[in-house]
């Protein structure tokens, strides 16, 4: 943006900026550039607007914003403690294995799931700045993407899979039938 790059000529798209990171700054030169997330405190849902509301209250900081690291961690400890009870238990192993197919709301008003590769389901959105820091969101998955915890298109990985239920392996090769190390 300080190299003269208007949105209006190449927009640019970041996928590690967010609310906090714009907060305090002049985002003068950035409206109308984006960024790629699963979450933004923008979104309109109860659940994420109760959510704020509490932030802003504990914070005692109405300036205070959210963010998608915040609401990652939101959805993982309600599975936390889902499994937790599931599992009867707070052994790790127990709840490790009690995790795959826990469902908790998330804060853009979807349901995520935990899946066998011990990813999430999760909305992807771009967003685009807005002049006082926050994000309109300007497209969206139509469902919730299941997170993989390897690239189908990188050599090093397209053949592998993670599996934490029936294969017990977090790297398996489909095409060697076996559990990397």
């Given at each position: 943006?300080?190299?003269?790059?208007?949105?209006?000529?190449?927009?640019?798209?970041?996928?590690?900026?967010?609310?906090?990171?714009?907060?305090?700054?002049?985002t003068?030169?950035?409206?109308?550039?984006?960024?790629?997330?699963?979450?933004?405190?923008?979104?309109?849902?109860p659940?994420n607007?109760?959510?704020?509301?509490?932030?802003?209250?504990?914070?005692?900081?109405?300036?205070?914003?959210?963010?998608?690291?915040?609401?990652?961690?939101?959805?993982?400890?309600?599975?936390?403690?889902?499994?937790?009870e599931?599992?009867?238990?707070?052994?790790?192993?127990?709840?490790?294995?009690?995790?795959?197919?826990?469902?908790?709301?998330?804060?853009?008003?979807?349901?995520?799931?935990?899946?066998?590769?011990?990813?999430?389901?999760?909305?992807?959105?771009?967003?685009?700045?807005?002049?006082?820091?926050?994000?309109?969101?300007?497209?969206?998955?139509?469902?919730?993407?299941?997170?993989?915890?390897?690239?189908?298109?990188?050599d090093?990985?397209?053949?592998?899979?993670?599996?934490?239920?029936?294969?017990?392996?977090?790297?398996?090769?489909?095409?060697?039938?076996?559990?990397?190390?």
């Amino acid at each position: 943006a300080n190299a003269g790059v208007k949105a209006t000529d190449i927009p640019v798209v970041a996928f590690s900026v967010g609310e906090e990171e714009l907060a305090g700054v002049d985002t003068k030169n950035l409206v109308g550039h984006l960024a790629a997330w699963n979450y933004f405190q923008s979104v309109k849902s109860p659940v994420n607007d109760a959510f704020i509301a509490q932030w802003k209250t504990f914070t005692k900081n109405p300036q205070r914003v959210t963010n998608d690291p915040m609401e990652a961690h939101y959805v993982g400890f309600a599975m936390w403690v889902k499994a937790v009870e599931k599992a009867k238990s707070f052994e790790p192993e127990a709840v490790i294995a009690a995790l795959p197919g826990i469902e908790a709301p998330n804060l853009t008003g979807g349901i995520s799931k935990m899946l066998p590769n011990h990813h999430i389901t999760k909305p992807v959105m771009i967003g685009e700045i807005r002049a006082d820091g926050q994000f309109d969101v300007v497209w969206q998955t139509k469902d919730l993407v299941p997170g993989d915890a390897w690239s189908d298109f990188l050599d090093g990985s397209k053949d592998l899979e993670a599996d934490w239920v029936g294969k017990k392996c977090g790297n398996f090769n489909t095409k060697t039938n076996t559990c990397g190390s």
